[in-house]
């Protein structure tokens, strides 16, 4: 599209609006791209041959100021369309809640059409100022711009203090300190490699999962949280939510614990006990845990600070470390086993050495995993973060490679420098010429251990001491440095961590009474609330100070949290969703599965009992939340699974063979909107919930409206919901009923999931309406009909329009002022269409639908086989609770003569059908003439449509027949009597026989092609009349959808 030549003379370049680009009479427009480096602002030239437009925009390096007016330059700029036309821009993707401000939109279609049909005057209204986009844009940005400037800017952390450092901090803990120089002496260096391997594998997976998830779309705050519930839903993530900030909290506690032990050891060994060994770890752990408080209460600044000495501290402590191996040991430090860098010393501790009850490899691998699993740190703060999006994944990865390194090169240097027994006694060491015996590798070192480790009681070396670190470095103090800065730091991600997540957790409204905890304070929306709530969980189980019970349940609830996050990038990935397009793609699926069933299998080798109680718990939780069903739409992949799975069933069902046994009746119900025929959504509803198809279907003919807006469908489509009805919403504009329904029936549905039902309400009114509505209600029963639909027709004595109830009740004179300024001000937003549906929550109105119907009968008067839809419709009924009770009764017609034949015909063919019916009743005075009262009511219903004397010809001086097809003439009374005197009387049957009846269905005669409108009508309304209890006038297609065979 670049690549046309511009014939515009250069005296019309002086009228181009600005922007971002030039061009000269003899070359291609050159435009300029964007680019993301801040601070330097995108210039563009161009040269030609007669003239040069040169557009050179002012540095951003100017203060946020010329940012924000570049910014606003962008949205006022309209299309070469259209002065109303918008270029696109970033603001109007932008989600209004999350950045808390009035978000800018685009122009809809409505005002672009408009716009193009007023020709110029959308020009002379950009000119103006009034009306154009520009204009518009222009009082959003200045209602805009005074808010930012009253608003200080946030603490926002980069890649390396907010994720990185963190993640390191998270990471290196007591373990690497104290245990990982045990663990190698017990497995070897060989599979001390392995267990390191297999916990990054572990890790770096759920990394890469973590990093494709917070790729994909703006991460907010709430860590793992948000990234799950906002991939998965907030079934799954409001669960894990829940439990990863529990964790966090149990994680701080332990910590704490870790350091109070520690600082109790230097007390004990300085003499200087305060209480006893459990007292004195309380007392250490409660003021630990309370400086931490402080320090997390003054702001994510100072414990970003904090963390950053701790950062230090570490350094300044492995540098202490790794330069203590190098310095030529003393012979106190040989007595207790290093001897600096020995290749014999490697070798032997190459392969492993089990020793005691937890001598194994996954008792070691269950020790030293724990300390692999604070990868989540740096997103769990995704909220203070810069660039989440870049920050996760560059930070996260970083600090695993750095931390894997240190595990890696402290494991193989203690290995090759310390031996896994030593006394410790200066006594032991050999002579040059020795003749003792001496058994194993201290002997080649000038050290004779082996009293000690065949008596098992060498108290030093790498099987034996956990201070090894503290022996093998420069400076041992250090070492106990590290220690307190590796457990203190962690102590603080934790204290951190929760809270955030938690706020993000209550402010999602998942779960009741925990809303108090989402208020934030301060630039940064500090959780206090939540650091108070962490805080006092915490020291409820520092005060215990016996966490050995409770501590394998973190490292599950750690596990579970990588299992969600692996499977939450697995099921995004496998979905194909359009929406998942993650800027990051070193990942994979399938990897992401991997990770998910290792994790899952970790759980259940480290502590299978904690694993139990963890899924317990995430069960529980998950129960509730759908069992609840929380309003909120984030786009999960679990609906796109879902949208998956519809749609390969429905192609599916494509090419499967329609079968009687299976039949269901799949109904159109023509409801209008269906809050205004609430009896009939709830009775089709009744019989096809979880059962078959049902579509409400919406025929709008008001010429001034034009196709239903998607709030007002939206908001039938949560009436049927809260109603708890399965149907789908589908408005059609047409001119008439009979168009409308027409087309409803040609392209409803999709595939086999297609109406074969017609449901209508009864026209009440068909008398005093228009005849021509009349006309086009009977012709929609006959399309239905030539369309191969059955019909149903229910009547109420009431009626099914409820639309005067609801405007009595709206009636404005009986409100209060208070409640009427009130809801002016809430719906003065709302579009006209809106305004007239009904407001009132209506989804409260009972029909009779909804309430039990206890014993009555459900009467079935089948005077026509019309393929078994008369009788399978009344069985689908008794199936649901409100009508279980109910029994059914069976009419048909006979004779006197062969009554009981007739009956006992009837109940075996019933049998055969499995039906559960209570009686047959054979009605044998069908035949007797109707009662004068009753036909003359009959007549008088017609009437009104008779021709007079002077119409009854086609070419008398009257209106033509053709014009009226609903006039009855005397011609067509006379042909049609005695099916109508038989309809007037089997009205008279039905009164007498189901007075008490819930329901009555009675077999709908088919209309023939030279019946009148009006006078089939009369039919109808005969049949259905006199009944206090709901009238159903039912027809199948005449095609069988019972059978009694099995194939």
């Not at 790729?215 to 860590?223: A, F, K, Q």
């Not at 990863?244 to 050891?265: I, K, M, Q, Y």
């Not at 349940?553 to 397009?581: D, V």
């Not at 999931?753 to 005093?768: A, H, M, Q």
Request: glycine residues 8%; charged residues 20%; contains cysteine.
């Amino acid at each position: 599209m670049g690549n046309y030549i511009s014939r515009r003379r250069l005296s019309e370049q002086d009228t181009l609006p600005q922007g971002r680009f030039s061009f000269s009479e003899e070359a291609p427009p050159q435009y300029s791209s964007w680019r993301l480096a801040r601070g330097v602002a995108a210039g563009v030239q161009a040269n030609g041959a007669n003239g040069e437009v040169s557009i050179n925009m002012e540095p951003q390096g100017q203060g946020q100021e010329s940012e924000q007016q570049g910014s606003r330059q962008e949205g006022r700029r309209p299309s070469i369309y259209s002065d109303m036309d918008a270029v696109p821009h970033l603001e109007f993707y932008s989600n209004a809640t999350a950045t808390g401000r009035l978000r800018r939109s685009r122009p809809s279609l409505e005002t672009l059409r408009k716009a193009f049909e007023d020709g110029d005057l959308s020009s002379n209204m950009g000119d103006s100022g009034t009306g154009s986009l520009p204009h518009v844009l222009e009082q959003v940005e200045e209602k805009d711009s005074g808010s930012v400037e009253k608003t200080t800017q946030p603490v926002r952390f980069g890649w390396v203090t907010g994720v990185m450092i963190r993640c390191m901090l998270n990471i290196w803990g007591v373990i690497l300190f104290l245990r990982l120089s045990w663990i190698t002496s017990q497995a070897g260096i060989i599979l001390t490699w392995v267990i390191i391997i297999m916990s990054v594998m572990v890790t770096s997976i759920t990394s890469l999962s973590v990093s494709a998830i917070s790729t994909n779309g703006r991460v907010s705050s709430g860590g793992a949280y948000f990234m799950i519930s906002r991939t998965l839903g907030p079934e799954m993530g409001g669960p894990i939510g829940m439990v990863f900030s529990f964790a966090n909290a149990l994680g701080c506690a332990l910590n704490t614990v870790g350091f109070a032990e520690t600082v109790r050891d230097l007390l004990v060994e300085y003499n200087a006990v305060m209480v006893d060994d459990i007292n004195d770890v309380r007392i250490i752990g409660t003021i630990t845990v309370t400086l931490l408080l402080l320090i997390s209460l003054a702001g994510m600044e100072w414990e970003s600070k904090t963390q950053i000495i701790f950062f230090l501290v570490l350094m300044v402590t492995f540098i202490n470390y790794f330069v203590g191996t190098v310095i030529p040991a003393t012979p106190e430090k040989q007595a207790m086993g290093f001897f600096n860098y020995r290749a014999e010393i490697f070798v032997e501790n190459l392969f492993p050495d089990w020793r005691g009850s937890e001598g194994d490899f996954f008792q070691m691998f269950a020790i030293f995993f724990p300390s692999a699993i604070g990868i989540l740190a740096g997103a769990n703060i995704s909220g203070d973060l810069k660039d989440p999006e870049i920050a996760i994944p560059k930070g996260t990865l970083s600090a695993i490679f750095w931390t894997t390194l240190s595990y890696i090169l402290i494991s193989v240097t203690v290995g090759a420098c310390v031996v896994r027994d030593a006394s410790g006694n200066l006594n032991d060491s050999l002579p040059l010429n020795f003749s003792e015996p001496c058994d194993g590798l201290g002997c080649k070192l000038g050290w004779n251990f082996t009293q000690c480790e065949q008596t098992h009681t060498c108290s030093f070396g790498l099987s034996n001491n956990f201070q090894v670190l503290s022996l093998v470095s420069g400076f041992g103090p250090l070492i106990t440095a590290g220690v307190f800065a590796a457990s203190l730091s962690s102590a603080l991600a934790f204290l951190v961590s929760a809270p955030k997540v938690f706020q993000c957790l209550c402010r999602d409204n998942i779960y009741p009474y925990i809303g108090f905890f989402a208020k934030g304070y301060g630039k940064n929306n500090e959780p206090l609330r939540a650091y108070i709530l962490t805080y006092l969980i915490a020291l409820c189980f520092i005060l215990i100070a016996q966490l050995n019970v409770i501590a394998p349940l973190i490292s599950n609830f750690f596990l579970c949290s990588y299992t969600l996050i692996n499977f939450s990038c697995f099921h995004a990935s496998i979905m194909n969703s359009p929406g998942w397009r993650p800027s990051f793609k070193y990942y994979n699926r399938w990897t992401a599965l991997f990770g998910a069933v290792v994790s899952v299998v970790l759980m259940f080798l480290l502590t299978w009992w904690a694993a139990l109680i963890t899924f317990g718990i995430i069960f529980f939780l998950l129960g509730y939340v759908t069992y609840r069903k929380p309003k909120v739409n984030w786009g999960s992949s679990v609906q796109a699974g879902t949208y998956n799975m519809a749609l390969s069933y429905s192609v599916s069902l494509s090419n499967v063979e329609d079968h009687v046994k299976n039949f269901r009746p799949q109904c159109l119900v023509l409801t209008g909107p269906p809050n205004l025929r609430p009896a009939l959504v709830d009775f089709v509803g009744s019989f096809t919930k979880n059962i078959s198809l049902m579509i409400c279907g919406d025929i709008l003919m008001d010429d001034g409206q034009s196709v239903v807006s998607h709030g007002k469908t939206d908001k039938l489509v949560k009436w049927l919901n809260c109603r708890k009805v399965r149907s789908f919403y589908a408005p059609f504009k047409a001119d008439s009923l009979r168009e409308g329904a027409r087309h409803l029936m040609q392209a409803s549905g999709l595939g086999k999931l297609k109406p074969n039902t017609l449901v209508l309400g009864f026209k009440s009114n068909w008398k005093e309406g228009s005849p021509y509505d009349l006309e086009d209600y009977v012709n929609t029963i006959y399309d239905a009909f030539d369309s191969n639909y059955g019909v149903c027709i229910l009547r109420m004595m009431d009626g099914l329009d409820i639309t005067e109830e609801l405007q009595c009740e709206a009636n404005a004179g009986f409100e209060s002022d208070e409640a009427i300024e009130s809801d002016h001000s809430q719906n003065s937003g709302r579009e006209s269409d809106d305004e007239n549906t009904n407001d009132i929550k209506n989804d409260e109105i009972r029909t009779v639908f909804q309430n039990k119907q206890g014993r009555k009968t459900i009467d079935v008067y089948w005077i026509s086989d019309d393929g078994g839809l008369t009788l399978l419709v009344p069985y689908l009924l008794t199936r649901r609770k409100r009508w279980r009770k109910s029994k059914v009764r069976v009419f048909v017609i006979g004779e006197q003569k062969t009554m009981e034949n007739e009956r006992k015909e009837m109940v075996a063919l019933l049998r055969r059908f499995r039906l559960d019916v209570h009686d047959v009743i054979v009605m044998t005075d069908t035949e007797r003439p109707p009662f004068s009262k009753t036909l003359k009511r009959f007549e008088e219903c017609v009437t009104s449509f008779r021709l007079t004397e002077g119409q009854q010809g086609e070419g008398s001086t009257g209106e033509p027949r053709s014009e009226c097809p609903w006039k009855v003439s005397d011609k067509q009374m006379d042909a049609f009597r005695l099916k109508s005197e038989k309809k007037v009387r089997l009205n008279e049957i039905i009164r007498r026989n189901s007075k008490h009846a819930a329901l009555v269905l009675v077999s709908l005669p088919v209309p023939q092609s030279d019946c009148p409108s009006s006078l089939y009508m009369a039919w109808l309304d005969t049949l259905s009349c006199g009944l206090h209890c709901p009238v159903l006038l039912i027809r199948g297609n005449q095609q069988n959808v019972l059978t009694f065979y099995c194939q």
